[in-house]
C-alpha cells in the first residue's frame, strides 16, 4: 500500500513535467536549474528560446538524454532537440520531452511535448546584443485505465487523452562578452488541461538570471525563479569551468529547496559532447542524467 501511495504522489508532483521542468539536461542538473541567462542554443528551447538567436550562420545542433528521476525504474524521462539556422525562418528549434510512469512494462501515464521555438536578434553589436524568442508546445497527456475499487478494472475509468497548446517567451541581453542577463515566461497564454471539476491550470512560472564571466575559462549564474500568483522564489547559483578545450566542470546550489548539483562534460572533438550530471533531493535519492550532443 505505501509503495501505491508513493507512485500516485510521485506522479501528480511529476506529472507537470511536460509544463515545468527545469532541469532537463544534463547541464541544468549539474548547475541547478541556472540556465536562463545563459542557455546553450541547442538547449535554449527548453530554458530560453531567446539564445537560439546566438545559433552561428550555417550550423546546427542535436541533443538528447534520458535518466530516471531518483534513481526509479518506473519513472523515464527523455528527451532530444534540434536547432538550426534556416535561410527564410532564421534560427528555429524543435524539442521533444517524454515522461511515464510505469507499472511492470505498462505505462499508469505518460506526458508528452512536442516544442516549436524562434530567436530573432533585436540587436548586436560591438559591446552588447539584444535577443528575442518564443516556444510553442503541444502538450499530450495519456492516462491509463484505473483498476477500481475492485482491482479488476470493471468499475474503475476509462482511460483518457488530454491535449492543449502552451507559449513560452523569452529574453536575453549581454554587455561586451562579460555579462548576459535572461528572462523566461512560461505558459503566458494559461493554458490548462481537463474540465469541469478535473479541470487544472498548467503553471505559468517566471525566471530571471544574470551570468557574470570574470574569465574566459569560468561562467558563473545567478537564477530566480517563481510561479505566477505565488510568493515563495526560488534561487540557484551556477558556475562553470574549462579546464581544457575537452573538459568543463559544472556545479550548482538551489534553496527552496535545498539541493546541490554537479557535472561534467567531455568533447573528444570540438563537434560532440558527453555530459553527465547528478543533482540531489532533500529527501529521494539523487537524479543521473546521461545525454549526448552534436554542433556543426
Known sequence: MKKILFILTLNIILSQVTTDQIFTTSRSLSMAGSM????????????NPAGLATLGEDSYGFLFGHRRDYGLNFLEFNYASFSIQHRELG???FGIQQ?????????????????FAQGFSLLHDRNSSLH???????????QSASAGSLGDGSNGLASKDLYNVGIDVGLLA?????M???????????????RGSTLQYLP??????????????LNTHFNLETLLGYKDIHFSFGFEYKINHMF???????????RFGFGFSYSPTNKIAISFGTLTHPVLPVSNNLEIGFKF
Do not use: C, H
Open 36 to 47: 536562463v541567462s545563459n542557455p546553450d542554443y541547442t538547449e535554449s528551447i527548453f530554458f
Open 91 to 93: 534560427n528555429i528549434g
Open 99 to 115: 515522461f511515464g510512469t510505469k507499472s511492470g512494462d505498462e505505462y499508469l501515464s505518460s506526458e508528452l511535448a512536442l516544442s
Open 132 to 142: 528575442l524568442g518564443y516556444t510553442i508546445n503541444g502538450f499530450i497527456l495519456k
Open 174 to 178: 549581454s554587455l561586451r562578452n562579460k
Open 180 to 194: 548576459q542577463v535572461g528572462v523566461f515566461i512560461k505558459n503566458i497564454n494559461s493554458p490548462s488541461m481537463g
Open 204 to 217: 505559468r512560472k517566471l525566471v530571471m538570471g544574470i551570468s557574470y564571466m570574470p574569465l574566459e575559462k
Open 248 to 258: 568543463v566542470l559544472r556545479s550548482g546550489i538551489m534553496m527552496k529547496p535545498n
